[in-house]
């Protein structure tokens, strides 16, 4: 029987991980209003979301800023190494299909964290989430449509590697929870910012555009990811990783009242049945049965 901390500490794990899909449901949002390619639009992003990662972190360590920085080991390399490719891969998804594609590759996300966390962690999967995991997946196919044409599948194969790599970030945190998850994204963010600076387009992008691109690295980014990271220490990761799947369903609605961009029948079925599966798994405790 789990005890009265541990209950506590459950309670504002899943908080954390809720109020990070709000704030990573507003990427697909930000991306349409920055129209930007890739390379310009992971500059921009990355280097909004490092400059004010690195502002909170030198607020809250000060002068140990530089000390943490020169202690960083390989877990933190490791994290930083598959954060980059995350974040690459998850622009390049949305800018090579629908959002509806990428969206139907992230729903595997809590089954693909559950599977990590088994072999790495030697986490148990309980029958709610099981159950619960299958319906939510069930409606996020709904939502999707049909699938897709030859075009997307680079697009698709983005979105797998994004969510892969997501998927073992969750893990790494759980298993190295001394690890500063705000400053790793922070030099995750960082090393982005380099790597595309040589083809990054300075001399096109709107302020309309570049505010976009501004926002995609501060809002899902800077505050999104620590959250859900953070919050991911207290639950378990495939739990973690299934809540997050609330921004399948709010990522849309965004679109469709800043661009008018209604969603079909099919999505407000899906999105039910995923609002649906989330409301019920959480309403309660999971029961004890496990799936070992």
Do not use: H
């Amino acid at each position: 029987m789990a005890s009265a901390g541990d209950t506590r500490s459950r309670q504002l794990g899943v908080a954390l991980v809720v109020a990070s899909a709000i704030c990573w449901s507003t990427a697909g949002l930000f991306v349409r209003v920055a129209n930007l390619d890739s390379a310009t639009l992971l500059f921009w992003s990355s280097f909004s979301a490092c400059l004010s990662l690195l502002i909170i972190c030198a607020v809250r360590i000060r002068r140990e800023l530089i000390r943490q920085i020169s202690m960083i080991g390989m877990p933190e390399l490791l994290y930083i190494l598959i954060s980059t490719v995350n974040n690459t891969s998850y622009v390049i998804a949305l800018n090579s299909t629908s959002i509806a594609n990428v969206m139907t590759i992230y729903a595997s996300l809590p089954f693909v964290a559950t599977i990590a966390a088994f072999f790495l962690l030697k986490e148990r999967v309980s029958i709610r989430f099981l159950l619960s995991g299958g319906m939510a997946m069930l409606g996020v196919a709904i939502t999707a449509g049909a699938a897709g044409t030859a075009n997307d599948i680079y697009g698709l194969i983005a979105a797998f590697i994004s969510t892969s790599c997501f998927a073992v970030q969750l893990v790494l945190a759980k298993r190295y929870p001394k690890m500063d998850i705000l400053l790793i994204t922070a030099l995750s963010a960082g090393v982005s910012t380099v790597l595309f600076l040589p083809f990054t387009d300075f001399a096109s992008p709107t302020r309309g555009q570049l505010l976009g691109g501004v926002l995609y690295g501060i809002i899902p980014c800077a505050v999104g990811l620590p959250l859900v990271l953070a919050g991911g220490r207290r639950v378990k990761s495939g739990e973690a990783a299934f809540i997050t799947m609330l921004d399948v369903v709010l990522g849309p609605i965004w679109v469709w009242l800043s661009f008018g961009e209604r969603p079909t029948d099919y999505a407000l079925v899906g999105g039910a049945m995923v609002l649906g599966a989330v409301a019920w798994y959480l309403s309660k405790e999971a029961v004890p049965s496990t799936v070992s």
